[in-house]
């Protein structure tokens, strides 16, 4: 049955199911620029400048591979679904990534070790995240319904990046090992989780078929697709807030500890805190998305997101309750731009297939995946300039100098705010419209009707 037919409202049984594999692959996300980082440059024992760069290098090759991801997944016709049997590809890729990158990585590996498991993680994880989302794009194709399917996503993503946090501190907590034991647990977790959630989302969530021609039109419909105003003002939003959290992960610890004063489990609590925030703050943004269309619900998260950003990150060191609230608070507005922005590349999926008569959908969101990496890989170039200030991972004795941690403070505090503010400007004039939406939908479903 085409996806552009009216669907039956999925129940929530059917999108937590679906929801499910964003517990492992949030829990890759949030490890990715934030503990693995960190953990390699002060455990294993890498510079934190050669950590940038191992990091950025791997990034821009998987940048490359999406585009090759979302051309197969457009490509791909099978009695089980377009997206779902690449699903099911990234589970036993993922479950090795981990075991080599958190569990049997050893103090002392070299650069080589990093680069070539990191590489094979994001293979895996860009099949996965890609199979995941196309997958949503065509479980609700309507305008409200679509929010809905994203907000699921998202609240899941969140619940998964809020599970793999608690585990180091829980583990150090119940005396079971230290942090690098906890790192472990980090792994094995994920290991147990992939077959778990990807299993049951394979069994319980169906996947409807879009209608559309077979051929994909190469690399001019690359281009074709960077040319249209509403995919343009998508990626570009979607870079800024990329790079905004992804310089707050990297260098959360560095700054609590170094500037702050606090540990790394009260700066573990504070990145807690603000997840919890975000995952009370997802239906919030949902239900505005409903009411003043997506695009204006976002632009009006990012400007609130920016200034409680900007004000809890300038909190005096010294007070753990105010700055623990003051977190929390900050991080209501972070999940909006995370599943809004893919519900609608979604929208925008719908505009191109009614106009191409080809579904692009794979190719869509692997171009909006490759913009996010990319503001990962600008997220790590903070560690270049703080190694180029003379900044230590280890602070010295005595601590770093004043000049470095002036640094540090402003590529905390200043760059992320100004970024997520930009995103709401970016969004003016935003094309998409939701009646805009509703008349394609309905050209679809005619279109698709009379074919049948």
């Known amino acids: 049955m085409p996806s552009t037919a009216i669907q039956p409202r999925r129940s929530n049984a059917t999108l937590a199911a679906f929801s499910g594999p964003c517990l492992p692959l949030a829990a890759f996300g949030v490890a990715l620029p934030v503990t693995l980082p960190e953990y390699y440059a002060t455990h294993v024992g890498l510079s934190i400048g050669l950590v940038g ?23 791909t016709r099978t009695r089980f679904g377009r997206y779902r049997p690449w699903m099911a590809a990234s589970t036993p890729i993922l479950m090795l990534a981990a075991l080599m990158v958190f569990v049997l990585v050893r103090p002392g ?110 690399f001019g419909a690359y281009i074709a697709l960077l040319k249209r105003k509403a995919v343009v003002k998508l990626l570009t939003c ?24 606090y540990g790394r489990a009260e700066a573990s609590i504070f990145m807690l805190l603000y997840f919890v925030g975000g995952l009370m703050g997802a239906p919030i943004w949902a239900r505005l998305a409903n009411k003043v269309g997506k695009d204006k619900a976002l632009a009006i998260a990012s400007v609130i997101f920016a200034g409680l950003y900007f004000v809890a990150t300038l909190l005096p060191g010294g007070n753990f309750g105010l700055t623990a609230v003051a977190m929390f608070i900050a991080g209501l507005p972070y999940a909006a731009g995370l599943f809004l922005l893919r519900a609608m590349m979604a929208d925008a999926g719908d505009e191109v297939r009614l106009e191409t008569g080809v579904d692009r959908t794979g190719l869509m969101f692997s ?27 280890i602070a010295p004795v005595g601590g770093n100098s004043g000049a470095s941690l002036l640094v540090l403070q402003v590529l905390f505090v200043a760059a992320p705010a100004v970024l997520i503010a930009l995103a709401a400007w970016v969004l003016k004039g935003y094309p998409l419209t939701p009646a805009r939406h509703e008349q394609i939908r309905l050209a679809l479903a005619a279109r698709d009707g009379a074919s049948a």
Request: proline share 5%.
């Open 109 to 218: 590996a070299g650069p080589v070790y990093l680069f070539a498991w990191l590489l094979v993680l994001y293979v895996g994880f860009s099949i996965g995240t890609l199979a995941q989302l196309g997958w949503a794009s065509v479980l609700a194709p309507e305008y409200d319904q679509r929010s809905r399917v994203y907000a699921w996503w998202q609240v899941f993503n969140i619940i998964g990046v809020i599970a793999i946090l608690v585990l180091p501190a829980a583990v150090i907590q119940l005396g079971l090992g230290d942090y690098i034991a906890g790192v472990h647990i980090m792994g094995w977790a994920i290991i147990a989780a992939l077959p778990l959630t990807i299993g049951l989302a394979l069994l319980r969530a169906p996947e409807p078929v879009n209608a559309g021609a077979a051929p994909h039109g190469g």
């Open 53 to 75: 760069v191992v990091f950025m290098a791997v990034r821009l090759i998987d940048i490359a591979f999406d585009p090759l991801v979302g051309w197969g997944m457009d490509r």
């Open 238 to 261: 979607d870079l800024l807030l990329g790079v905004a959290p992804g310089i707050t992960g990297s260098l959360l610890f560095f700054f609590f500890d170094q500037v702050k004063g």
């Open 367 to 393: 171009i909006l995946s490759a913009t996010t990496k990319i503001g990962h890989v600008l997220a790590l170039i903070p560690y270049l300039i703080l190694q180029a200030v003379g900044f230590q991972a």
